[in-house]
Each structure stands twice: as structure tokens, then as C-alpha cells.
Nanobody, 112 residues
Framework: VQLVESGGGLVQPGGSLRLSCAAS????????MSWYRQAPGKEREQVAT????????NYADSVKGRFTISRDNAKNTVYLQMNSLKPEDTAVYYC??????WGQGTQVTVSS
């Protein structure tokens, strides 16, 4: 059972990044998937969630209108498209599935 995030990096304010989380070892299409983030000195917070079939999504107020969560059940992958990035989006981003656990995280740094 594994979740592996990728796609993080350093980006300037206003820029975009697309995170991916590849799942293996479990029936991906049976799980609601979420993205969380944790900034230095802060608690981990939920950023976005998507239902099993991808028909419903939910976002933290801080990212609404800028981030989009999606999934491809054929590829066992969940994505987080992040646009109009701000310095306060800097954090380690994790994907999560209940009863599966967490990935190792991918660092996103927004800085000029």
C-alpha cells in the first residue's frame, strides 16, 4: 500500500504547479482522496477532497478558485492543480486516503 506524491518545487508568486499522487496496493477507485498541507510551525490542514468517482470536490476557503483537485481512476492517480500561487501556499503537500494513510509529501515553495 503506497501513496507517492510528485510535482512540487520552487515557483514564483502567481505561478502554477501540478501535484500528482500515484496510488498502489489498494483499490484506488473505492477511496475518497484528499490533499493536505503543512507549513513550518503550523498544523497539517486539509486543502481539497474528491469523492471516489470524482463527481464531488471540496476545498479549503484559502484555496477556493485557485486550486483544482481531480483524479484518474484508470491511472490510480489524484492531482492538485495549483494556480495563482501565493507565498502562504508554501508547505509540504501530502495526499491521504482513510485507512490507507499518507504519502511522503512533496515540498512546494512559493517565493520570488
Amino acid at each position: 500500500v503506497q501513496l507517492v506524491e510528485s510535482g512540487g518545487g520552487l515557483v514564483q508568486p502567481g505561478g502554477s504547479l501540478r501535484l500528482s499522487c500515484a496510488a498502489s496496493g489498494f483499490t484506488f477507485s473505492s477511496y475518497r482522496m484528499s490533499w493536505y498541507r503543512q507549513a513550518p510551525g503550523k498544523e497539517r490542514e486539509q486543502v481539497a477532497t474528491i469523492t471516489k468517482g470524482g463527481g464531488m470536490t471540496n476545498y479549503a476557503d484559502s484555496v477556493k478558485g485557485r486550486f483544482t483537485i481531480s483524479r484518474d481512476n484508470a491511472k490510480n492517480t489524484v492531482y492538485l492543480q495549483m494556480n495563482s500561487l501565493k507565498p502562504e501556499d508554501t508547505a509540504v503537500y501530502y495526499c491521504y486516503a482513510l485507512s490507507v494513510g499518507w504519502g511522503q509529501g512533496t515540498q512546494v515553495t512559493v517565493s520570488s
